[in-house]
Every structure is written in C-alpha cells, then in structure tokens.
C-alpha cells in the first residue's frame, strides 16, 4: 500500500530562518511526487511535481528535492506570507494521489 | 492556466435537504475528476474519483447513493449530497487533470464549506 509521511506535524520559524520539510514515502512505481501549499479554507494550490530521484525543482523562496525514498521542501530566507500547510503527495499506478497529513508551517515576523 | 472552480464557495442547509456541489475547469479539459473531503486540521480524504462519460469510482467506505457524482463533460462535475445530515457537514473540494495532456498533476478547487443543521 501506498504511503506517506511528512514531518514535522509543525514548525514554527523566525522570518528570514531557513528550514526544511519532509516527506517520506513508500509507494509501487512512483509516476510522480507533488507538492501542494493549502492556506486555512481554501483548496490546495500546485507547487511542484517531481518525477525522478535526483530532480530539483525551485519557485521562490521554495525549493523541492526528491530521493528514491524521500522528498524535501527548503525554505530559504521565509516571509510571513509563506505561513501555510504544505502537503506531499505521491502518485503509483493508480489514478489516485496518496496524501501526507502536512506541516502548518507558521513565520513569525 | 489549470484552474479550476467550484460553487457555491459556502452552503448552508436543512437536515434531509440535498445539495449540489458544481466543479468547472475553466481553461483545459478535465478528463478526471476527484471529489475530496476535508475534516479541520486533517488532511484530504479521497472520496471518489470520475473519467469523463463514466461512472464515478468510489473509495472504500464512502457511500454512492448518498453521494452522487456525475462528470457529463470535460468541464464540469457534481457532487450531490443526498438527504443530509449534520454530519455530512464538511469542506469538500474537487480536483481535476488533464488527462489528453498526459499530465498528471492535480488543480484544486477552492472548496465548498457545507453545513448542515
């Protein structure tokens, strides 16, 4: 069965501290890893796919990175505008996209 | 590109009542559909998935008869929630892929916030 498992649950950083989140998984033939930015009652916006191990991908101040067993999400030099939960997700060789439970990640001014 | 919408954004409604819930793309064709379930501060719950002129593929556990979905086009799906209860209230937010495309990504709607009374 397909899996994933982000920590940490939360993290709280100074504006302007860098961090980085993580994403594990375990899943049969991964076609793609995602991730997604969710802000408090909205939907989910797309931030990355990532296809194979060794890929990089950068927005911003976001950065993705991806492992044959895990994935990183760096933040480089936060804002308080990026205080939002980010969510991993993986996808095998079903249709459907197997969430991690997220971390809220909050940025202190 | 890639967004999709959904309406209402918020409903409220009487117990026993149905709703129905409208997810559009707006600049691609949507080959696939999803319809998910949020609970506060717990990730996504897939409840089903829907290819175009087809029937809805429901997860294990969640009701068809009480959740109706159809994807008649490449734009647009419905979710209607039949006779609802107080705990059929919830955030659900549908998403769509661009199957003809190839791509495998996932565009979110912005959710629809039920509550049931």
């Known amino acids: 069965e397909d899996q994933v498992t982000q920590s940490p649950e939360a993290l709280r950083l100074q504006e302007g501290e860098s961090s980085s989140l993580n994403c594990s998984y375990t899943v049969s033939g991964l076609r793609g890893l995602f991730w997604y930015r969710q802000d408090p009652g909205k939907g989910p916006e797309f931030l990355f796919t990532l296809y194979s191990a060794g890929e990089e991908k950068e927005k911003e101040r976001l950065k993705a990175t991806l492992t044959k067993k895990e994935s990183f999400l760096h933040i480089t030099a936060p804002k308080p505008e990026d205080s939002a939960t980010y969510l991993c997700a993986v996808r095998g060789g079903a249709q459907k996209l197997v969430f991690g439970q997220g971390t809220r990640l909050t940025i202190n001014p | 590109g890639a967004v999709v919408s959904q309406h209402p954004s918020w409903v409220i409604c009487k117990s026993g009542t149905s709703v129905k819930i409208e997810c559009r793309s707006l600049d691609f064709q949507a080959t696939t559909m999803f319809w998910y379930r949020q609970f506060p501060k717990q990730s996504l719950m897939l409840m089903a998935t829907?290819?175009?002129?087809?029937?809805?593929?429901?997860e294990q556990g969640v009701e068809k008869d009480k959740f109706l979905i159809n994807h008649a086009s490449l734009t647009l799906s419905t979710l209607t929630v039949t006779s609802a209860h107080p705990e059929d209230s919830s955030f659900y937010i549908c998403?769509?892929?661009?199957?003809?495309?190839?791509?495998?990504?996932?565009?979110f709607g912005p959710g629809t916030r039920l509550t049931v009374l």
């Open positions: 829907s290819n175009e002129g087809s029937k809805a593929t429901y």
């Open positions: 998403s769509a892929r661009d199957g003809l495309a190839g791509a495998l990504e996932q565009f």
